[in-house]
Each structure stands twice: as structure tokens, then as C-alpha cells.
């Protein structure tokens, strides 16, 4: 016969099973998070601001994230396999530099644009070479890179911007329409298909997953892991290429120091549409969700009058409110899980 002891009953009382919440944790996804909060955001600026909702001001919001947006799917499938590209903003003015300088030389407008994406995927390469191949922390070799292709940039246009002027091609590519939809925002909405397409349906997909798990269990299984950290930033250095034809197109010039600190911007929509730094969970649903999030409260801030200094303190203590309101989710999610 077992006899209880004021111990054996405390320990019963503190066990597991003993500390299970009565009732069921009610827990978002950060898609969820991120849509009450736009929605919030929505209804707080339309209230204040008559011109806010206008089909103009949202499709203008659309226009600005397109660079963001694209730049963010790269970065995206980066930070899934546990890293991430801190040069991003650096090689956007690096490409637009070198189209427009191959722009004002005579060089046909499509080659412009084909040489622009190879030299992107070469900047990525560099950095996919040194990072995966070389096992280098993607933090020192990012910021390396950061430091050293904007310095190519200046070099390079002498850090004056260069004209590109009324060149048909690249104004239908950054600030045209195809009927009601803007082509910047076509280009950026098929970049995000094919990147969930990616991700979700192919084995490249499941292989950058996999790579962010556990890179040695990746190993035992027979994926070539260096391939895949490779192919996340070529494709990094691809997108961000693409991005800088569009935003040369938009602004009729390329800029060296253009897509300054957009790389923080990037990296934090990211991390707040719920991929995780250390790779492996994540997706590009809650990545776009908190680029228009960020797009609605930039858009916002400006109509209201808010001075762009503000709108830096302003933007980071949501962002950081935002991050912290994941965090408590994701903790109440583990303890519902106990």
C-alpha cells in the first residue's frame, strides 16, 4: 500500500501535468498578428487622414514596397538557412551604378538589364562562396561586403548619381502601368509567387528548410549543404540586382548611395513575419504581410505630417512592440505544449 508524504503530494502538485493552464491559451500566428495590426494601423490612419483611404495612396504604397518586398524574398529564403545578407542595400546601388554607367556608354537597354542581374548574382556568388563554401560567419562576410560594394559604388560614379534621363525601358520597368496594375508591383508580385513556389513545392525548397534545421543532419542526409547556402545568396544578389533596375527606373537614376539601411528595414520584416534567426521555420506569407505593415505605417506617418526623424523612432518602437508581442505568443504556445 502506498502511503502519500507531504513531499510526494508537492511533487505531484508541481509536475507537468500538474501545471497545465485550466483553460486553452488562445495564441496567434504571426500572420494573424501582423493582419490585426495592419487592419488596426489601417483604421487609425483613415481616421485622422481623408486622403489615406484612396485607391492612389494604396497603390502608391504598393509602388514604394516593391524594392523592400523583393529584396525581403531573398533575404527571406537567407535567414531560413540560418543566415543573413547584410549587403543587400550595398549591392542594389552597386547594380544600379554599373546599368547606368553601361546606359550612358550606348549599351542596348536589355543587355543593360541582363548584365545588371549576372553582376548581382557574381555579387551573391562572392558572398555564398565565402559563406558556404569557405564556412566564414555570414556576419563578418556580409558586412564586409556591405562596406565594400558601396565603396565600389562611389568609386565607380565618383559619388555623384548618374542620369539615365527618359529611357522608355527602364521608366515602363520602374514607374509604369500595365492597365490599372503598376508593372513594379506585377514584377515584385511574381517574384513572391515563384519564391512560395519555392519554398513550398520544390526540393530546393525543402533542402533550404532542411539546411536550417540542423546543417549536419542536412549532411547526413545527403544534401549537399554548401550548394544550398550558395544558391540563397546568389539568388540574394539576384534580387537585389532587380530591385536596383526598378528603382533606377522609378528615380531616372542610379545613386551610390541609394538602399542605405534598407538591409535593417529587410531583416526586420522578415524576423516580424515569423522566420526565425537561427533558420528552419518561417515563410514568405508573414514576410509580406509585415512589408505592407511597414508600408501602411510609413505611408501613414507621412500624410500625418510626422517628420522623418520621428518616423525612425516611431517605426523601430513598433516594430520592437511588435517582435516583443511574437516573443510572448510563441513562449505561451511552448507552455500550452507542456
Known amino acids: 500500500m502506498a502511503i502519500s508524504t507531504p513531499q510526494t503530494t508537492n511533487s505531484a502538485k508541481?509536475?507537468?501535468a500538474a501545471q497545465k493552464p485550466a483553460a486553452k491559451i488562445v495564441s496567434f500566428s504571426p500572420k494573424v498578428t501582423l493582419s490585426i495590426v495592419l487592419v488596426l494601423l489601417t483604421i487609425f490612419f483613415a481616421s485622422f487622414q481623408p486622403d489615406f483611404l484612396t485607391v492612389e495612396n494604396f497603390v502608391n504604397i504598393l509602388r514604394l514596397q516593391t524594392v523592400p518586398l523583393i529584396l525581403a524574398v531573398g533575404m527571406t529564403m537567407v535567414v531560413l538557412t540560418g543566415g543573413a545578407d547584410l549587403s543587400i542595400g550595398s549591392s542594389l546601388a552597386l547594380?544600379?551604378?554599373?546599368?547606368?554607367?553601361?546606359?550612358?556608354?550606348?549599351?542596348?537597354?536589355?543587355a543593360v538589364i541582363a548584365i545588371t542581374l549576372v553582376a548581382g548574382m557574381v555579387l551573391g556568388l562572392l558572398n555564398g562562396m565565402l559563406v558556404g563554401v569557405l564556412g566564414m560567419s555570414f556576419f563578418v562576410v556580409t558586412l564586409g561586403t556591405l562596406s565594400g560594394y558601396r565603396s565600389l559604388a562611389l568609386v565607380a560614379s565618383e559619388g555623384k548619381s548618374i542620369q539615365t534621363g527618359d529611357?522608355?525601358?527602364?521608366?515602363?520597368?520602374?514607374?509604369?502601368?500595365?492597365?490599372?496594375?503598376?508593372?513594379?508591383?506585377?514584377?515584385?508580385?511574381?517574384?513572391?509567387?515563384?519564391?512560395?513556389f519555392v519554398l513550398a513545392?520544390?526540393?530546393?525548397g525543402r533542402k533550404i528548410y532542411a539546411v536550417g534545421s540542423s546543417r549536419e543532419a542536412a549532411r547526413l542526409a545527403g544534401i549537399r549543404v554548401q550548394r544550398v547556402l550558395l544558391s540563397v545568396y546568389v539568388t540574394s544578389g539576384l534580387l537585389a540586382a532587380l530591385a536596383s533596375?526598378?528603382?533606377?527606373?522609378?528615380?531616372?537614376?542610379a545613386s551610390p548611395v541609394v538602399g542605405t539601411g534598407i538591409e535593417l528595414?529587410?531583416?526586420?520584416?522578415?524576423?516580424?513575419?515569423?522566420?526565425?534567426?537561427?533558420?528552419?521555420?518561417?515563410?514568405?506569407?508573414?514576410t509580406v504581410m509585415a512589408v505592407l505593415m511597414m508600408?501602411?505605417?510609413?505611408?501613414?506617418?507621412?500624410?500625418?505630417?510626422?517628420?522623418?526623424?520621428?518616423?525612425?523612432?516611431?517605426?523601430?518602437?513598433?516594430?520592437?512592440?511588435a517582435v516583443y508581442m511574437d516573443h510572448v505568443q510563441r513562449r505561451r504556445r511552448g507552455l500550452g505544449a507542456v
Do not use: C, E, K
Open 14 to 16: 508541481n509536475s507537468p
Open 95 to 110: 547594380s544600379g551604378i554599373l546599368a547606368g554607367t553601361m546606359y550612358l556608354a550606348g549599351v542596348p537597354a536589355v
Open 167 to 196: 529611357a522608355p525601358l527602364f521608366l515602363q520597368i520602374g514607374d509604369g502601368s500595365l492597365g490599372p496594375v503598376p508593372i513594379p508591383v506585377l514584377i515584385a508580385a511574381i517574384v513572391v509567387a515563384l519564391g512560395y
Open 201 to 204: 513545392h520544390t526540393s530546393w
Open 245 to 253: 533596375i526598378i528603382q533606377m527606373g522609378r528615380l531616372t537614376s
Open 265 to 286: 528595414q529587410v531583416i526586420a520584416a522578415v524576423l516580424l513575419g515569423g522566420t526565425i534567426m537561427s533558420g528552419g521555420s518561417g515563410g514568405l506569407g508573414g
Open 295 to 321: 508600408g501602411v505605417l510609413q505611408n501613414g506617418l507621412t500624410l500625418s505630417g510626422v517628420p522623418d526623424f520621428w518616423q525612425g523612432a516611431i517605426t523601430g518602437t513598433i516594430l520592437i512592440v
